[in-house]
């Protein structure tokens, strides 16, 4: 299931909207760029990650061409890469805030 859907279930309205306007999907992250070993020095880089970053060997994918160039617009709104781990994890926990908040 999707998250648009997921969250429709809940009765919220999901902004996936990136800077570009990329509102096809959530925010792409690559979580097979750092691990246990480099978490430390991976993150602090500056520059934005590269497309091969992005590759994916749990799902077995690649990012495409667009997709790309979409994440290096959207990258330039962050300092490094801590401040787009920030904002990502933000981006992917508000689905989850919002019902909480709804219950209580």
């Known amino acids: ?4 859907q997921e969250a ?3 009765g919220v309205t999901v ?4 800077a570009n306007g990329n509102d096809s999907k959530k925010d792409i992250f ?19 990650y590269m497309m091969e970053d992005f590759n994916s ?4 994918t690649k990012i495409s061409q667009k997709d790309y160039k979409i994440y290096l617009q959207d990258a330039k709104r962050f300092k490094n890469r801590w401040d787009n781990l920030q904002y990502y994890n933000g981006q ?13």
């Open 1 to 4: 299931m999707e998250l648009r």
């Open 8 to 10: 429709k279930g809940f």
């Open 15 to 18: 902004d996936l909207s990136s």
């Open 30 to 48: 690559p979580y097979d760029s750092f691990n246990t070993e480099n978490i430390n020095d991976v993150p602090s880089n500056s520059e934005p």
């Open 57 to 60: 060997s749990l799902k077995n």
């Open 92 to 104: 992917d926990t508000y689905i989850m805030v919002k019902p909480l908040k709804i219950q209580i």
